[in-house]
């Protein structure tokens, strides 16, 4: 099955771009059904930073699963602070619809195999849930939707991961069942030290505004796409690379069916940016 990533561009109305993009990546009407509730990874690692998914973009996902019986927005806990406490970036969109979940507070886990070590991980991240990570656009070469993943184990202690990243990363993949839905939220670029996570508060001086989403079923192809916006050849990254050897995806972006904008024309905007 070919790899179908779209990447659109927007404006102020987020909600009909991110409605274009899944039109054109060929629809999720088997997702956003009555019968599966969404869980929505928010990638946030330090709630006083800006490098996260906006509200607007997450507010846009939202609306994609209108029919699912339950959204959740999810987090862990880690060594800046607790889950909730990070996921109430987002709090003007909770609602009973839509609720905040800790996945470090959750006793109902299931014990799967993460880099070696015997992991319990909530139940709630498992088919036949539907399961969406979102994060940002940045120049970081252990990528953002996958790297996303690490947010899923529940203890504090997760920088003893780092030096088995890929493992641990593609092993949390495959024990949940793989990702249902991927968007690159490209309000910004994080480009140099902003595209750390641990850069600290003040990051708007390390990124481009540019407006875009790159979103597709293929979560290994998304990430490839965003970071070949960012300008690094995804052939040549160590989890593209594993991903693709594993099975999971596609990295090659000649192989990828991308439409809306181009890889180029974005490049062209980014740089263009740049030089202001």
């Not at 906006?54 to 029919?67: C, L, P």
């Not at 839905?181 to 490209?186: I, M, T």
């Not at 990124?207 to 970071?227: C, F, P, Y």
């Amino acid at each position: 099955m070919v790899s179908k990533v779209a990447i659109v561009e927007f404006d102020e109305e987020v909600k009909g771009s991110f409605k274009r993009a899944i039109d054109l990546i060929g629809g999720i009407d088997d997702l956003n059904t009555k019968e599966k509730p969404a869980v929505i990874k928010v990638g946030v690692f330090d709630h006083r930073t800006e490098t996260h998914s906006t509200v607007s973009v997450v507010d846009a996902i939202i609306s994609g699963f209108r029919k699912a019986p339950k959204i959740f927005l999810v987090e862990s806990d880690n060594y800046r602070g607790k889950g909730m406490e990070r996921l109430q970036i987002w709090s003007k969109l909770f609602t009973k619809h839509v609720t905040p979940f800790n996945l470090s507070e959750d006793t109902d886990t299931i014990k799967v195999k993460i880099a070696d070590e015997n992991i319990g991980l909530s139940r709630i991240l498992f088919k036949p849930n539907v399961f969406v990570s979102t994060h940002v656009l940045r120049t970081f070469e252990n990528g953002s939707i996958l790297k996303n993943l690490l947010g899923l184990i529940p203890d504090t202690k997760k920088v003893r991961f780092h030096k088995k990243l890929e493992a641990t990363l593609l092993d949390t993949y495959e024990a949940i069942g793989g990702i249902n839905l991927a968007v690159l939220d490209g309000t910004y670029m994080y480009r140099g030290a902003g595209a750390m996570p641990h850069a600290g508060p003040d990051c708007t001086r390390y990124r481009i505004r540019t407006n875009i989403l790159v979103v597709g079923r293929d979560a290994v192809a998304v990430e490839a796409v965003g970071i070949a916006i960012a300008g690094t050849n995804p052939d040549k990254l160590p989890i593209i690379k594993e991903a693709v050897r594993r099975g999971l995806g596609e990295g090659n972006i000649k192989q990828i069916e991308i439409s809306g904008s181009s890889i180029e024309a974005v490049r062209e905007k980014i740089l263009k940016q740049q030089k202001l």
